[in-house]
């Protein structure tokens, strides 16, 4: 089995590779200064892509996600192939120089028309469910700037347990807040608790597609990631206990894991 190699490495092994080439100097080009720095940002673009590629965990890491529109969509095109079907089955039983087979191709245009209004139907439902997701999704990113209880847990994680990697959440500690004589304890693992469920939420609507995973990654990856990732001993414990905890959470960590 091959051996897993985090995203940095993946990067420089591509350089060497690269390397190995004889490329120019870019003062052969005699770049702008916006050209470089146009160029400097593709290049550095290209180099994650290709570590994202390469990394073993983007096959396993897959994230199942619902599609909610897939019975609609496939009863549209099961419709649109019996429509096309009747139509060449008439057409091809229609002769110009037979009067008696006129009505045929009156009734192939009749289904062909019927087969694209469907498909029309099929693709209007689609965009309009893609944008209700879109809709959704900003209006629940949105909320939570508005919301004074999830800037305040923010804050209260942040003053209590740092906004560093280290040291890291474990159960013992959560236990041991829990039973503190001190509110601020209490509050605090009260405070992880939201927050994991919080990400739970986003979690499990994009594992059910009512969320769109694409604005989710570029507003709140890094945020999510950092809280699965500090809290980590704490939920590989709670899911010892019981698998089905913060399942979705955990699934979506594990596909970013792959990028």
């Known amino acids: 089995m091959a051996k897993y190699r985090i995203s940095s490495e993946r990067i420089e092994i591509i350089r060497s590779i690269l390397a190995e080439r004889p490329i120019k100097s870019l003062n052969d080009f005699s770049l702008t200064e916006k050209e470089e720095y146009f160029f400097r940002k593709k290049a550095r673009q290209l180099e ?18 619902s ?3 897939l019975p609609i969509g496939l009863t549209v095109a099961a419709i649109f192939i019996i429509c096309l ?3 060449v089955a008439l057409i091809l039983n229609f002769h110009l120089s037979d009067q008696h087979t006129y009505p045929l191709a009156a009734a192939a245009a009749t289904i062909l028309a ?9 693709v209007g439902g689609w965009v309009s469910h893609r944008n209700a997701t879109v809709q959704h999704t900003i209006n629940l990113l949105f909320a939570r700037l508005l919301q004074s209880t999830f800037a305040e847990n923010i804050s209260r994680f942040n003053k209590h347990f740092s906004n560093n990697h280290e040291p890291k959440i474990t159960i ?7 039973k503190s004589l001190e509110k601020d304890d209490r509050d605090a693992a009260q405070t992880v608790k939201y927050i994991l469920n919080y990400y739970e939420f986003i979690s499990a609507g994009i594992a059910r597609g009512d969320l769109d995973l694409r604005i989710i990654s570029s507003t709140v990856k890094s945020q999510l990631c ?6 980590f001993p704490y939920i590989a414990a709670l899911r010892e206990q019981n698998h089905e905890i913060l399942e979705h959470y955990s699934n979506l960590r594990n596909h970013y894991k792959g990028f």
């Open 48 to 65: 994650k892509t290709a570590s994202s590629i390469t990394s073993p965990f983007t096959k396993y890491c897959a994230l199942n996600r």
């Open 67 to 69: 599609k909610p529109f």
């Open 85 to 87: 079907a009747l139509a």
């Open 114 to 122: 019927i087969a694209m209004a469907t498909i029309g139907w099929g």
């Open 172 to 178: 013992e500690e959560i236990s041991r807040l829990d």
């Open 226 to 231: 950092f809280y699965y990732d500090k809290c």
